[in-house]
């Protein structure tokens, strides 16, 4: 793993379509089979195409065969994505009586370290566990800001791309309480 530079990176939010993102890695907010699925997961895998696939199906016989665990990561090529590579996730579901935040900030602490292995400079987030996995975006927002400008990491660009305004106004919100910089 290459040494952090220990400088903040530049953090972005912005309204748009994760699979689009010129960046070096794009993480995605995957199931734990790793063969896709809805949302994210699922336009990641139609977008990129079977070379994705092909890749996670690798990962499932040799490292995970029971699937990814929740909060953990590992990076496949991105096929035919504008982005280098794509880092798989798996999201914790959220639960009213469980408290999982500290699996929500794993899967944000461990992609930035996947990243870093792959020598990133550049990913793009989408708002991991909002969707079916019912996670708040107001608590989600706060927990992925508060965690990537924490962890120590060399990537110099981290893109939050978020499908609605109600995502991005929350994640606006979220790193205004945090009192953190958007470039």
Not at 23 to 48: E, Q, W, Y
Not at 55 to 72: I, N
Not at 124 to 131: D, R, V
Not at 162 to 168: Q, S, T, V
Request: hydrophobic share 40%; glycine share 10%.
């Amino acid at each position: 793993m290459s040494e952090s530079s220990g400088a903040t990176p530049r953090l972005t939010l912005l309204r748009g379509d994760i699979t689009e993102q010129q960046v070096d890695a794009i993480v995605n907010a995957a199931n734990s089979s790793l063969l896709g699925g809805g949302g994210v997961d699922g336009a990641i895998h139609r977008r990129g195409g079977p070379e994705i696939l092909e890749e996670c199906r690798a990962l499932r016989a040799s490292k995970y065969g029971r699937g990814l665990p929740t909060g953990r990561a590992a990076a496949t090529t991105a096929g035919r994505l504008p982005a280098r590579w794509v880092i798989h996730t798996v999201g914790p579901v959220f639960s009213s009586s469980d408290d999982r935040s500290e699996l929500l900030a794993d899967c944000h602490r461990n992609s930035l370290l996947v990243a870093e292995e792959l020598g990133a400079r550049s990913v793009a987030f989408p708002a991991i566990s909002t969707g079916v996995y019912r996670w708040p975006i107001d608590d989600a927002a706060i927990i992925a800001l508060r965690t990537v400008s924490q962890a120590p990491s060399s990537v110099a660009e981290i893109r939050f791309v978020l499908f609605d305004d109600r995502a991005l106004t929350a994640f606006r919100q979220a790193a205004d309480s945090l009192g953190l910089p958007l470039g």
